[in-house]
């Protein structure tokens, strides 16, 4: 292992060199996405440092983003963070492939379930009715990154069960069915992860998430879905696109004073 030189006589705290050392492991290529990454204890070794400063130093950067922690496995180089831009609906699948990345389905249950208020409300239909639930875990280059709930009237696709759903279900209602998503609304929040949610997604209980609330509109602006998803806060980040209702003004360039005085 080579030794990770690190100026004890510096003002700069150990923590933060060897954080930027390892840092630049991983932007020079030498350390690449899911490679993992020497141990805590052979960290202390190459940079002679204690066991603190070195999980202060992986601490910050996971918390960029540049490395995860896989619990019972070890800590790895993180792929880099999936951007997902809400100002229009999208298919999260043709998104993903659209950045040139590996996105696959792992079902963990389908089955038919009936509407209780919680969702009877917003799909517009009466408590009690059937609805399909499909449960997925999506992992991107072999990792899980969201554990998807998908909930849809079975009155409106009653053959869905018997369809293996393997990438766009967006996709698969507008081309079988016939109900396009036109419009949606979403709602996130930040959330720690229960033990249920970390098992799947292979993190610790506790683990930041995003949890994403989509209501899904189709003709008519009838109620067609709701998906509930939990997203890992360390592989995804968010863009929102705000536009002011404030009309847009014709700049005119500006005279120069020699320009006004003529």
């Not at 009715?129 to 909930?151: A, M, S």
């Not at 609330?213 to 997203?231: C, F, S």
Request: overall charge neutral; hydrophobic content about 35%.
């Amino acid at each position: 292992m080579t030794a990770i030189q690190l100026d004890h006589d510096s003002a700069i705290p150990l923590h933060v060199q060897l954080e930027q050392a390892l840092a630049q492991q991983i932007v020079a290529g030498q350390w690449r996405p899911g490679d993992i990454i020497p141990s805590e204890r052979d960290l202390q070794r190459m940079a002679g440092v204690s066991r603190a400063t070195v999980r202060q130093a992986i601490g910050t950067l996971i918390s960029k983003g540049m490395l995860r922690r896989s619990h019972g496995r070890g800590t790895f180089v993180a792929q880099p963070r999936i951007e997902q831009t809400l100002h229009k609906v999208y298919s999260f699948a043709e998104q993903i492939q659209q950045q040139g990345r590996t996105l696959e389905d792992r079902i963990i249950q389908r089955r038919v379930t009936v509407a209780g208020h919680d969702l009877a409300t917003p799909l517009g239909v009466a408590p009690g009715e059937p609805l399909i639930h499909i449960q997925r875990v999506r992992t991107l280059e072999g990792t899980p990154f969201t554990l998807d709930n998908f909930y849809i009237s079975q009155r409106l696709c009653p053959d869905l069960l018997e369809i293996e759903p393997n990438g766009s279900l967006y996709r698969l209602l507008e081309e079988r069915y016939g109900l396009p998503v036109l419009r949606s609304t979403d709602t996130l929040e930040p959330i720690a992860a229960d033990r249920a949610t970390a098992f799947y997604l292979q993190v610790s209980p506790g683990t930041p998430l995003m949890y994403v609330e989509r209501v899904g509109y189709t003709h008519g602006d009838l109620p067609l879905h709701i998906a509930r998803n939990y997203v890992r806060g360390d592989m995804c980040r968010f863009r929102i696109h705000l536009v002011s209702d404030q009309p847009q003004l014709e700049l005119k360039p500006s005279h120069t004073r020699s320009e006004q005085m003529l």
